[in-house]
T-cell receptor
Framework: QKEVEQNSGPLSVPEGAIASLNCTYS??????FFWYRQYSGKSPELIMF????GDKEDGRFTAQLNKASQYVSLLIRDSQPSDSATYLC??????????FGAGTRLFVKA | SAVISQKPSRDICQRGTSLTIQCQVD?????MFWYRQQPGQSLTLIAT?????????ESGFVIDKFPISRPNLTFSTLTVSNMSPEDSSIYLC???????????FGQGTRLTVV
């Protein structure tokens, strides 16, 4: 059974702080990794993707991948109340299929 | 990218009845995926819809309960059959155009079974 594990939270951070979201996956052969943001009642939307070990930065978001540890993380700098949402870690296991973690609920307090 | 039109957006159904959800894509895609998202939960893959062959179901999901059609490369339907309140959920269709690239989603169908 291929799994993606996340802490369900909720994670609460003050406005302007760094939010750190973590994820582990079980399929060592996974090649592509994604972070989606989902607002209540909406479909998931892509925030970041990462394919290689190391860090990838896009604006206030940084994704980190460590394939040896089977670990993916997302850092959100200068967190804003509009960042309050559920963040889904997802892994593409090949063959077009994506497996999602349970999601971490983030609350950014103004 | 891909644009997926999913309908209905929501429905309230009586137990024992069936509901068919449709997804139309603006381009041809090999595989489409159907997910279920129960309240407060993440997305659980129901099945992979392949054009020209039977859908592939994940563990815990069966064709009699969730029949899927894929008549062409731009369209798919998921039917939730003989519904019970436990089927109340959001159902999402999805695709990954590039194989290992990001997933795109329809708008979702919020189903309530009473």
């Amino acid at each position: 059974q291929k799994e993606v594990e996340q802490n369900s939270g909720p994670l609460s951070v003050p406005e302007g702080a760094i939010a750190s979201l973590n994820c582990t996956y079980s399929d060592r052969g996974s090649q592509s990794f994604f972070w989606y943001r989902q607002y209540s009642g909406k479909s998931p939307e892509l925030i970041m993707f990462i394919y290689s070990n190391g860090d990838k930065e896009d604006g206030r978001f940084t994704a980190q991948l460590n394939k040896a540890s089977q670990y993916v993380s997302l850092l959100i700098r200068d967190s804003q109340p509009s960042d309050s949402a559920t963040y889904l870690c997802a892994v593409n296991t090949g063959g077009f299929k994506t497996i999602f973690g349970a999601g971490t609920r983030l609350f950014v307090k103004a | 990218s891909a644009v997926i039109s999913q309908k209905p957006s929501r429905d309230i159904c009586q137990r024992g009845t069936s509901l068919t959800i449709q997804c139309q894509v603006d381009s041809q895609v090999t595989m489409m995926f159907w997910y279920r998202q129960q309240p407060g939960q993440s997305l659980t893959l129901i099945a992979t819809a392949n054009q020209g062959s039977e859908a592939t179901y994940e563990s815990g999901f069966v064709i009699d309960k969730f029949p899927i059609s894929r008549p062409n490369l731009t369209f798919s339907t998921l039917t939730v059959s003989n519904m019970s309140p436990e089927d109340s959920s959001i159902y999402l269709c999805s695709l990954t155009p590039g194989g290992d690239t990001e997933a795109f989603f329809g708008q979702g169908t919020r189903l309530t079974v009473v």
